[in-house]
């Protein structure tokens, strides 16, 4: 790293309020300018300043604690992404209570799970819908005694007349009541989405939290007008740890409209400086940019190949310092007529993507990057606070997920494990003693994932219960080959397959904002209905298939695909709030599907 970008990055230090609790963080936050929360509402925009949040938080804490909420009680948060949310969060803290977060998508079984095991007392909720599910459940929650709405609902209480309540309440309440809390105590209790179980509550404290932001801050430019775009589930730790760097250094949190099919239009109209997601969502804006090279006729799309080709020597150049005057007007040309209309679907004031969660392939990275779009990833859990590793647009590897955060330690051992260690390691999982003991090893977290370590760079191969074994004893990691599939303009998820078996098959879905585009491209009518079953389609997919397979050793590559007739969902089971494949669950029940691809008949 140069000595100006430290001293970039010292300045965004200086601006963290460094507070020792998240309640003290945010009534501090409170005492700045500028704007907080940006939102989209009833066709305006509408912006919460720093005062504005920190004075609304206040109230609301109160009435939080006029209903009885003591410190370190359970309060659950059940809602999607949008202002409220912080609001409500931030009033769980000032309180001194805990905050449970439940994923808006949850079905009424799921917030059962969550309500009665944390034993929260109190559920913020969104709307008649998430009342609903609750009203469902409520027997089953002993201990759960107050319900709030966040959008009224009649003969409910609603956080307005909640905080209505607090209104009049001495200052020196709240403050007292920080005063109690130390920077050990959980500040959240946070379910693990699960790929495979019940999920389980993983208890993150102020410190944990106050770590983690502290290293963001230190490694990454936060410095001058930062806007950060907010969609992910607020439930999610790197949505959730997002919010808070933002806060702690006076950014702007710019939430999306809630209209998934307007999402990436919400992400340019947003206009933010730094984005935040999982890598779906950087695999459709990848998808949409490619659609405009190949929607344009053979001129349009030799001059798009032309224009990512000149991006990616001009990138190399710049970094090693060697733009001569030839490449600089090749470059102005490329970006004027090809890249800055991919960088638009951004916005026009993007500094920096991250991706976590899951794989994200190499080339949609350099893609971006070709573009002018730094998308940099990074790798970690709920029980470490979100990314422990991470890429920086001073070092970065592509492939790699990063270095180690400050302070956080990483090691594998000896059968390829990722340990990992650090103040954002979690405190334990909440009443399950016995998880805690087999995931801890001393102070080393056994993450479950598989990796090797390059000059200090974090590589991840695969993750220890996904292996696929072979019939001829390969072991294969799935998920980079999905991830590979995944680019495919036509396609939107991938399930690798072949445990016990001499070869890989996969199970297809088709990406249905595109399938019009593909129907064209097969010369065949749209019929959404039909169109995976159609031979012209599949010769278009089989042909992305084989792009994708030749990147890997033969023992990885699929030889046989079916494409299914409808996507894979959260609601169906199938998938993550955060898009991540429960592939226990699809292999169980595609499995006579997936048997099938080996049959020769």
């Known amino acids: 790293m140069s000595r100006g970008e430290t001293v970039t990055h010292e300045r965004a230090i200086e601006r963290s309020l460094h507070a020792g609790t998240l309640g003290q963080m945010f009534l501090a936050a409170a005492e700045r300018d500028g704007v907080a929360l940006r ?55 000032c309180a ?18 969550v309500l009665a095991h944390s034993g929260a007392r109190a559920v913020i909720v969104e709307n008649a819908a998430q009342l609903a599910k609750v009203e469902e459940i409520r027997a089953n929650c002993p201990d759960l005694e107050h319900v709030a709405v966040i959008d009224p609902v009649p003969g409910a209480m609603s956080i307005a007349e909640l905080a209505e309540r607090g209104a009049d309440a001495d200052g020196a309440l709240i403050a007292g009541i920080q005063a109690s809390i130390a920077p050990d105590d959980v500040a959240t209790i946070v379910y693990t989405s699960g790929t495979t179980g019940p999920p389980k509550g993983c208890m993150l404290t102020h410190a944990n939290l106050l770590a983690t932001m502290d290293a963001y801050e230190r490694q990454l430019d936060l410095s001058g007008d930062v806007v950060i775009f907010l969609f992910l589930p607020l439930a999610h730790a790197l949505a959730r740890v997002t919010e808070l760097v933002a806060l702690d250094v006076g950014g702007t949190l710019a939430f999306w409209s809630g209209d998934a099919a307007r999402l990436i239009d919400d992400l340019a109209e947003t206009r933010p400086t730094h984005v935040p997601s999982v890598p779906r969502v950087f695999e459709k804006v990848h998808t949409r940019a490619l659609a405009k090279g190949d929607d344009g006729g053979r001129l349009t799309k030799t001059l798009f190949d032309w224009a990512l080709a000149t991006g990616r020597t001009y990138r190399r150049a710049e970094r090693r310092g060697r733009v001569n005057p030839l490449l600089r007007a090749r470059h102005a040309a490329a970006d004027r007529l090809v890249l800055a209309k991919i960088r638009a679907l951004f916005g026009d004031r993007i500094e920096l993507a991250l991706t976590g969660a899951a794989p994200i392939a190499r080339e949609v990275l350099e893609f971006f990057d070709a573009c002018g779009v730094l998308v940099v990833e990074g790798y970690g859990m709920t029980e470490t606070c979100a990314a422990a590793t991470l890429n920086t647009p001073a070092e970065f590897r592509f492939g790699t997920v990063g270095r180690a955060l400050p302070g956080t330690g990483v090691r594998i051992a000896e ?53 696929i074994i072979t019939s001829s004893g390969k072991n294969v990691s799935p998920a980079n080959i999905e991830a590979a599939l995944r680019e495919s303009r036509w396609i939107s998820q991938a399930i690798v397959y072949g445990d016990d078996r001499p070869y ?19 010369g065949i009518p749209f019929d959404a209905a039909a169109i995976h079953r159609d031979p012209k389609v599949h010769e278009l997919v089989q042909a992305d298939v084989d792009a994708a397979n030749a990147r890997f050793a033969r023992i990885e590559q699929v030889k046989r695909f079916e494409v299914l007739d409808h996507d894979l969902t959260h609601e169906a089971g199938e998938l993550t709030p955060t898009q991540k494949l429960k592939r226990n669950v699809v292999n169980e029940r595609y499995r006579d599907r997936l048997e099938a691809l080996y049959d020769p008949s």
């Open 504 to 522: 890989l098959v996969a199970l297809l879905t088709l990406d249905m904002e595109e399938a019009p585009a593909l129907a064209e491209a097969a």
């Open 415 to 467: 059968d390829g494990e990722i340990l990992l260690s650090g103040p954002n390691v979690f405190a334990g999982y909440y009443r399950n003693p016995e998880a805690t003991a087999e995931t801890m090893d001393g102070e080393w977290l056994r993450t479950g994932d598989l990796g090797a370590l390059e000059d200090g760079y974090l590589r991840i191969t695969g993750r220890k219960k996904d292996l």
């Open 96 to 113: 001194g209570a805990t905050v449970v977060p439940i994923y808006h998508t949850s079905a009424p079984g799921e917030a059962e799970h």
């Open 39 to 93: 939102f989209p509402r009833d066709g305006a925009i509408h912006e919460w300043t720093h005062r504005q949040l920190g004075l609304r938080a206040r109230r609301l804490a109160a009435g939080l604690v006029g209903l009885g909420i003591a410190p370190g009680d359970r309060v659950a948060l059940f809602s999607e992404t949008r202002p409220e949310w912080t609001l409500a969060d931030a009033a769980i803290l």
